[in-house]
């Protein structure tokens, strides 16, 4: 099993950055993709983009030039960091990972962004 625990939500005003984390307890080196995932309220769960174990990534044309995820195998850590944030990006962001055929979600941390 997989736990993943998000961290570093938040506040903040249009244009502003927030940098969220998601770490793991057990070592990523044996997990395949992670990645983040966003839930607005009253809208389905949406990916918002993910981070192969050799660091390929992929993003939602939404916030693609504007959200960056990294990951630190020796560290356990992923990373999920959102620039030029905008109102319609105020969600609860979810982490996951892919571990031996099975998808791990973290809690999830808000996100919300003011005009």
């Known amino acids: 099993q997989v736990q993943l625990v998000e961290s570093g939500g938040g506040l903040v005003q249009a244009g502003g950055s927030l940098r969220l984390s998601c770490a793991a307890s057990?070592?990523?080196?044996?997990?395949?993709?992670m990645g983040w995932h966003r839930q607005a309220p009253g809208n389905q769960r949406e990916l918002v983009g993910t981070?192969?174990?050799?660091?390929?990534?992929n993003y939602a044309d939404s916030v693609k030039g504007r959200f960056t995820i990294s990951r630190d195998n020796a560290k356990n850590t992923v990373w999920l960091q959102m620039d030029s944030l905008k109102p319609e990006d105020t969600a609860v962001y979810y982490c996951?990972?892919?571990?031996?055929?099975?998808?791990?979600w973290g809690q999830g941390t808000q996100v919300t962004v003011s005009s």
């Open positions: 981070i192969t174990r050799g660091g390929n990534t």
């Open positions: 996951f990972a892919n571990y031996a055929g099975t998808a791990y």
């Open positions: 057990r070592t990523i080196f044996s997990i395949g993709a």
